[in-house]
C-alpha cells in the first residue's frame, strides 16, 4: 500500500521522481492540479472553503479519471494498486486544498 501510495505522488522513497511517469502521465496530473486549483479558487469565493474543496473535486472528476486511468495503464501499477490508493490520493488533494499540505498532490 505504501510503495502504490509513492508511485501514484509520483516518487519512490530514495530514488526521487519515477521516470516512467514524465510526459502524458505528468501532464494529466497537471491538468487534474490545475483544474483543481481553478474550480476552489472559484468555489472558495462563493462559499465556504470546505465545500469548495468538495466540489473541486467533484468538477474536477473527469480530469482525475484520466490522470488514474494512465497511471494504471503504467508497468508500475494496475487498477487494483490505482483503485485502493484514491481515496488517499483525493484526501492529500483536500488538505492541499484547504492548505493543511503545502506540498502539492
Not at 490508493?85 to 492541499?96: E, G, H, I, K
Request: charged fraction near 20%; hydrophobic fraction near 50%.
Amino acid at each position: 500500500m505504501v510503495l502504490a501510495a509513492a508511485i501514484v505522488a509520483g516518487t519512490l522513497p530514495g530514488l526521487g521522481p519515477v521516470p516512467a511517469f514524465a510526459g502524458a502521465v505528468a501532464e494529466l496530473h497537471g491538468a487534474w492540479r490545475g483544474c483543481l486549483h481553478r474550480s476552489f479558487g472559484l468555489q472558495a469565493s462563493l462559499s465556504g472553503r470546505m465545500p469548495a474543496a468538495d466540489a473541486a473535486l467533484r468538477t474536477c472528476r473527469d480530469a482525475e479519471e484520466a490522470y488514474l486511468a494512465a497511471l494504471s495503464a503504467s508497468p508500475l501499477l494496475d487498477g487494483d494498486d490505482v483503485a485502493r490508493v484514491r481515496p488517499a490520493l483525493l484526501m492529500r488533494a483536500r488538505d492541499w486544498l484547504l492548505g493543511r499540505r503545502p506540498s502539492p498532490i
